[in-house]
């Protein structure tokens, strides 16, 4: 996505997974085009990480570059297979 220069922006969402404290964490993040994360928006840690819906915001401000990518990151413990949710992911000028 493209994002405006030197703006502010709010974000929102929501994550969850199928076990309670599953290993893993979501992470959701600004990126640019080569995939270099240059800001964590928001993390939901593994202890956070339940089978109920977790909200989580952030925000960023972009500089004068305008090529911008968001990502949601898993990161995970162990090798067991483990299955997450996101929804209603928000990423909105402030």
């Known amino acids: ?3 405006k220069a030197n703006t502010k922006y709010n974000f929102s969402g929501w ?3 199928s076990q309670n404290n599953p290993g893993c964490s979501v ?3 600004i990126g640019n085009t080569a995939g270099t994360s240059l800001a964590t928006l928001s993390q939901v840690t593994s202890n956070s990480l339940k089978n109920t819906w977790a ?5 960023y401000t ?3 570059t ?3 990518t968001f990502n949601v990151r898993w990161t995970c413990t162990g090798s067991m297979a ?3 949710y996101v929804d209603d992911l928000s990423l909105i000028a402030a």
């Open 1 to 3: 996505m493209t994002l």
């Open 15 to 17: 994550a969850k997974a």
């Open 27 to 29: 992470t959701f993040y």
């Open 55 to 59: 909200q989580t915001t952030g925000s």
């Open 62 to 64: 972009t500089t004068a």
């Open 66 to 68: 305008t090529a911008y």
């Open 82 to 84: 483990r299955t997450y």
